[in-house]
């Protein structure tokens, strides 16, 4: 794979637990880094499912996110 091509991958790059915010995702692109809450991954998800775009680092991320908010519900019944 080039390394212009292999610097263009999306990645879900890590998690982060904001005060006021919950969770968010961290998702690079080559040199570009963004953050996503789970509403921002869910409707970026779909946009990407309508236009044919990759969405499976996005998708990792927001599966990421599900579980950590499960385990949190979990833990406090």
Do not use: S
């Not at 879900?12 to 991954?41: H, K, S």
């Not at 990759?54 to 599966?63: I, P, S």
């Amino acid at each position: 794979m080039a390394k212009d091509k292999l610097n263009k991958i999306e990645r879900f790059t890590g998690l982060f637990d904001l005060p006021g915010e919950g969770f968010v995702a961290q998702i690079r692109n080559g040199v570009d880094t963004r953050l996503y809450d789970r509403q921002g991954l869910q409707h970026l998800i779909v946009k990407r499912k309508k236009t044919g775009e990759d969405f499976e680092a996005l998708d990792n991320a927001l599966a990421q996110i599900n579980i950590l908010v499960e385990v949190g519900r979990a833990v406090n019944i």
